[in-house]
């Protein structure tokens, strides 16, 4: 099912991409989030279920819809779509930190035990 | 309904007063869109280049479009950022080194401030506040965000510059694209079941007498303002027109509040949200018939209507597929914001209406079975203020505040779309049918604007973006502000009034 879906997204979005002259419009990086968040996510899912990481499917998302392969998402538009890398890993800096002090905590609780 | 009777009913003035709309200009637009071009003689026109000067008889039967193509208007270049992105030829503004730093903490802290103020507008207990103040109208609890736009965007403090701007233009279509998904999902079939005679009546005399009001005001003014000579087929004129009284016949369905009985609330909430249904119906009959320029594809209006119900469909498709996959809360999350991005991004490719498209979207999936009806209105409508909030504060950057001809239209819109109200209400109470009593009356009579009225007008500016459309984006936001606060005194007299002694 999941990937149906990814395939239906991405024959959706190569429609629709065809609309988009510039690649730099705010409609095509609305288009563009909304894509890359849903099939990356169906795909690290899948990747889960055969054993690997779900971020392995996340790159892998990346480089194929990317302009190297399938080229649905061009250079213009990553380009764009830039102010996301910043929020991600804004994100990701204090989420690995909790992570890392739950992790500490973890452990000391071990060794007091 | 009324806009698309107007469109038929001015259709044959309009292809007079453009007797080769179509033919001319659409014809060697057909030519320009590739894909679509072998069918130009079945849409708005035939292709005189392509056949030759011998004539088809599919282009003799052809029929000139029912309104007249919009003429070219220049991009206003305070939309350009959030119409067309950051342009990576055009040179960045020069800042001295030793501000650098400056502009770049106040940037992160100024935008830091927005999406904390737009948090905390959402969050209950200033619901709570809000509403003990009196201020609980979306629109004035709203306005301070289009203040805080307007500062954002002043030279002065700088926070919302052309690249920044640039980079927040997916947000306003993510925005656009959830207000019309949430108006959707409450769009639940079941609860018109069981209307009380009469309500239909009431929704129709309550749209149309505003809606016409306003069409006819506007449409004068719009005249009076512009130095063109007077054509009743202007498709500017009329677009404009029409786009002022969709927004002006929504209602907010805060106005339920003043009213004590429960029947009462439940049977208004109907009728206003049937109301919203008359907007988007509004919305997508102008964006269908007024194709903005540079759409690749030229058809008729009809066929633009079709498709937009096709997108809408589709999305809710999808959406419903997606959502029938157990995820976290997260997840859940990650895969409504997905989903409404996409709907919204793909409507504004094909420069529909996104605040439509995700409507219909929204509608199939509060009507469609499943066990994700009640944690997605949840979702949708914790989310709903701070994206709504934050919409208003790149409205409101947006916002043209220098214009006058935009702080006439404001009390215009606010006094004739009252007398409307107020005129269908009466009509409704003596021959609709429906028993009201005075409060029911004065709810549905004087409502404040719905947040559906500003998507409509911000979705407008969207898909024209330049000519006269932002006079009708002042004309909604202060009107709707003037509207509110003329509520509020007329309620606090009324109060003042029924304390007064002697009063029975």
Redesign the interface.
């Given at each position: 099912?999941s990937i149906f879906?990814v395939l239906?997204?991405t024959g959706?979005m190569s429609a629709?991409?065809?609309?988009?002259?510039?690649g730099?419009?705010?409609?095509?990086?609305?288009?563009?989030?909304?894509?890359?968040?849903?099939s990356a996510?169906f795909i690290g899912g899948s990747f889960k279920r055969i054993g690997l990481p779900k971020l392995t499917g996340y790159i892998a998302t990346g480089v194929v819809v990317g302009p190297s392969v399938l080229g649905l998402i061009g250079g213009?538009m990553l380009?764009?779509t830039r102010?996301f890398n910043g929020v991600a890993i804004g994100r990701c800096g204090p989420s690995s930190a909790a992570s890392a002090r739950s992790a500490s905590t973890e452990c000391s609780a071990r060794r007091c035990c | 309904v009324a806009g698309a009777a107007l469109l038929l009913l001015l259709g044959p003035s309009a292809a007079r007063a453009a007797p080769d709309a179509g033919s001319g200009d659409a014809g060697a637009g057909a030519l320009d869109a590739g894909?679509i071009a072998p069918d130009a003689g079945a849409s708005s026109g035939p292709a005189p280049a392509r056949t030759g000067g011998e004539k088809a008889p599919l282009e003799r039967v052809a029929r000139a479009p029912i309104v007249a193509p919009l003429p070219a208007v220049e991009l206003d270049p305070s939309l350009a950022p959030?119409?067309?992105?950051?342009?990576?030829a055009a040179a960045a503004v020069p800042v001295a080194p030793a501000e650098r730093p400056g502009v770049v903490i106040r940037t992160i802290v100024g935008l830091l401030a927005l999406m904390v103020l737009a948090y905390l507008g959402g969050h209950r207990r200033v619901l709570a506040w809000e509403k003990r103040l009196g201020i609980s109208q979306v629109i004035t609890a709203g306005f301070p965000f289009v203040v805080l736009g307007m500062l954002g965007r002043s030279s002065s403090v700088g926070i919302l510059s052309d690249s920044i701007l640039?980079?927040l233009?997916?947000l306003?279509?993510?925005g656009l694209?959830w207000i019309g998904f949430v108006a959707g999902i409450r769009f639940d079939t079941r609860m018109f079941q069981g209307l009380p005679p009469g309500t239909v009546r009431i929704v129709a005399l309550t749209t149309l007498f505003p809606f016409a009001f306003l069409v006819g005001a506007s449409a004068t003014l719009l005249f009076l303002f512009s130095e063109q000579p007077f054509e009743p087929g202007d498709p500017v004129f009329l677009r404009d027109a029409l786009i002022l009284g969709t927004a002006g016949a929504m209602a907010a369905v805060t106005s339920t509040r003043s009213l004590s009985r429960n029947g009462s609330k439940t049977v208004l909430s109907r009728v206003i949200r049937l109301e919203e249904l008359a907007g988007v119906i509004g919305l997508l009959f102008v964006a269908a018939f007024f194709r903005p320029q540079g759409a690749?594809w030229q058809m008729p209006g009809t066929a633009w209507i079709l498709l937009t119900i096709g997108l809408g469909a589709?999305a809710g498709l999808?959406v419903y597929?997606?959502l029938q996959?157990q995820a976290e809360n997260a997840?859940f999350l990650?895969?409504t914001?997905?989903?409404?991005?996409?709907?919204?991004?793909?409507a504004?490719?094909?420069l529909l209406s996104s605040v439509v498209v995700a409507f219909i979207a929204g509608v199939l999936l509060a009507n469609f079975p499943g066990v994700y009806h009640e944690r997605l209105r949840e979702m949708l409508f914790r989310l709903e203020r701070p994206i709504y909030l934050l919409s208003l504060v790149i409205v409101g950057a947006l916002w043209r505040v220098d214009d006058w001809r935009g702080w006439v239209l404001m009390p215009v819109f606010m006094a004739l779309r009252l007398a409307g109200k107020w005129l269908g209400t009466a009509l409704a109470a003596s021959y609709g049918g429906l028993a009201l009593d005075a409060d029911e009356r004065r709810a549905i009579a004087m409502p404040p604007l719905g947040p559906l009225a500003i998507a409509i007008v911000t979705n407008a500016l969207l898909l024209y973006p330049g000519g006269s459309i932002s006079l009708i984006v002042s004309a909604v936001i202060g009107g709707g502000v003037l509207t509110e606060l003329f509520l509020q005194l007329l309620s606090r007299r009324r109060s003042r009034l029924s304390l007064a002694p002697g009063s029975s």
């Amino acid at each position: 099912m999941s990937i149906f879906l990814v395939l239906v997204l991405t024959g959706l979005m190569s429609a629709l991409g065809t609309f988009i002259t510039e690649g730099k419009t705010s409609a095509g990086v609305s288009l563009t989030l909304g894509y890359l968040l849903l099939s990356a996510y169906f795909i690290g899912g899948s990747f889960k279920r055969i054993g690997l990481p779900k971020l392995t499917g996340y790159i892998a998302t990346g480089v194929v819809v990317g302009p190297s392969v399938l080229g649905l998402i061009g250079g213009a538009m990553l380009e764009s779509t830039r102010i996301f890398n910043g929020v991600a890993i804004g994100r990701c800096g204090p989420s690995s930190a909790a992570s890392a002090r739950s992790a500490s905590t973890e452990c000391s609780a071990r060794r007091c035990c | 309904v009324a806009g698309a009777a107007l469109l038929l009913l001015l259709g044959p003035s309009a292809a007079r007063a453009a007797p080769d709309a179509g033919s001319g200009d659409a014809g060697a637009g057909a030519l320009d869109a590739g894909a679509i071009a072998p069918d130009a003689g079945a849409s708005s026109g035939p292709a005189p280049a392509r056949t030759g000067g011998e004539k088809a008889p599919l282009e003799r039967v052809a029929r000139a479009p029912i309104v007249a193509p919009l003429p070219a208007v220049e991009l206003d270049p305070s939309l350009a950022p959030v119409i067309e992105g950051r342009d990576p030829a055009a040179a960045a503004v020069p800042v001295a080194p030793a501000e650098r730093p400056g502009v770049v903490i106040r940037t992160i802290v100024g935008l830091l401030a927005l999406m904390v103020l737009a948090y905390l507008g959402g969050h209950r207990r200033v619901l709570a506040w809000e509403k003990r103040l009196g201020i609980s109208q979306v629109i004035t609890a709203g306005f301070p965000f289009v203040v805080l736009g307007m500062l954002g965007r002043s030279s002065s403090v700088g926070i919302l510059s052309d690249s920044i701007l640039a980079e927040l233009g997916p947000l306003l279509r993510l925005g656009l694209g959830w207000i019309g998904f949430v108006a959707g999902i409450r769009f639940d079939t079941r609860m018109f079941q069981g209307l009380p005679p009469g309500t239909v009546r009431i929704v129709a005399l309550t749209t149309l007498f505003p809606f016409a009001f306003l069409v006819g005001a506007s449409a004068t003014l719009l005249f009076l303002f512009s130095e063109q000579p007077f054509e009743p087929g202007d498709p500017v004129f009329l677009r404009d027109a029409l786009i002022l009284g969709t927004a002006g016949a929504m209602a907010a369905v805060t106005s339920t509040r003043s009213l004590s009985r429960n029947g009462s609330k439940t049977v208004l909430s109907r009728v206003i949200r049937l109301e919203e249904l008359a907007g988007v119906i509004g919305l997508l009959f102008v964006a269908a018939f007024f194709r903005p320029q540079g759409a690749s594809w030229q058809m008729p209006g009809t066929a633009w209507i079709l498709l937009t119900i096709g997108l809408g469909a589709t999305a809710g498709l999808l959406v419903y597929a997606i959502l029938q996959r157990q995820a976290e809360n997260a997840d859940f999350l990650v895969l409504t914001l997905g989903s409404i991005s996409f709907a919204a991004g793909a409507a504004s490719s094909l420069l529909l209406s996104s605040v439509v498209v995700a409507f219909i979207a929204g509608v199939l999936l509060a009507n469609f079975p499943g066990v994700y009806h009640e944690r997605l209105r949840e979702m949708l409508f914790r989310l709903e203020r701070p994206i709504y909030l934050l919409s208003l504060v790149i409205v409101g950057a947006l916002w043209r505040v220098d214009d006058w001809r935009g702080w006439v239209l404001m009390p215009v819109f606010m006094a004739l779309r009252l007398a409307g109200k107020w005129l269908g209400t009466a009509l409704a109470a003596s021959y609709g049918g429906l028993a009201l009593d005075a409060d029911e009356r004065r709810a549905i009579a004087m409502p404040p604007l719905g947040p559906l009225a500003i998507a409509i007008v911000t979705n407008a500016l969207l898909l024209y973006p330049g000519g006269s459309i932002s006079l009708i984006v002042s004309a909604v936001i202060g009107g709707g502000v003037l509207t509110e606060l003329f509520l509020q005194l007329l309620s606090r007299r009324r109060s003042r009034l029924s304390l007064a002694p002697g009063s029975s």
